[in-house]
């Protein structure tokens, strides 16, 4: 496992609690909001709503608070107005981390960010120094239990989709960014349902980090950026090894 499924991996594992999951609801209202504030309240028009939409449902969120957060965009944030930032660095062990924000206060946020990597042995660095080595990319997990690889590759292909990647207990199927919401919504029409849909910051290559310390730092680090309440999301290009991993369970 590497880079996005390794992460997502660890916090599916570490986010089954209701803490965890107040704290997803929430930052998927914040981009239903400012998706709906931006560009409309009709998903059909709005490549960005559509997608944070799908993502939040992949979450079980009730339609009801989808509904809500979309009446609130389109009528308005209620005074506050919030800047989307994007953040990048280098965690332990050379590891390339991008941090996606949404704060209505950038000091506030860059100053807690930069404690964080200082606080792990990383370093925050300057616009751009690391998401070149990225590729956005819709990324729809599925759970390999039920499924067949050959019925879902042919689905996915059909659908759109770029890619199908197995990873140990699922299916990581890869779309263009602007393909992903239909290729959702088709696995679904085809009894296929995602755990986790959402446009991701995939690496183009990982960095092995195979020592027990930088590898426990590195996962505070992505673990503290996550749970910050001005961080939607982050990305990095790490691979640990399931040995290590095991210990530091």
């Known amino acids: 496992m590497s880079g996005h499924s390794k992460w997502s991996t660890i916090k ?36 960005r709503l559509r997608t944070a939409i799908t993502a939040a449902k992949s979450e079980n969120m009730p339609k009801d608070n989808i509904d809500r957060a979309i009446k609130k965009g389109t009528g308005g944030l209620d005074g506050a107005v919030y800047e989307e930032i994007l953040y990048e660095g280098y965690g332990p062990g050379g590891v390339a981390v991008l941090v996606e924000t949404m704060t209505d206060n950038k000091n506030r946020t ?47 292909i059909e659908a759109g989709a770029e890619d199908v990647l197995e990873d140990e207990t699922t299916f990581q199927v890869l779309t263009a960014p602007e393909d992903f919401s239909e290729v959702v919504d088709s696995l679904e029409k085809n009894g296929v349902r995602a755990v986790e849909a959402t446009i991701s910051m995939v690496p183009k290559n990982t960095v092995d980090v195979t020592e027990e310390k930088p590898a ?24 640990i090894p399931d040995e290590i991993m095991e210990k530091l369970s």
């Open 216 to 239: 426990r730092s590195l996962l505070k680090l992505l673990e503290n950026l996550e749970d910050h309440d001005d961080v939607q999301k982050v990305h990095a290009n790490f691979d």
């Open 12 to 47: 599916r594992k570490k986010g089954a609690n209701d803490a965890k999951r107040g704290k997803i609801f929430t930052k998927l209202i914040k981009e239903i909001t400012v998706a709906a504030k931006t560009g409309g309240g009709d998903p059909d028009g709005n490549p």
């Open 110 to 156: 860059v100053a807690d960010i930069r404690h964080f990597f200082a606080k792990s042995n990383g370093n925050l660095g300057e616009s751009g120094c690391v998401g070149w080595m990225f590729d956005k990319r819709g990324v729809i997990v599925i759970d390999a239990g039920g499924v067949d690889e050959e019925e879902l590759m042919d689905l996915a």
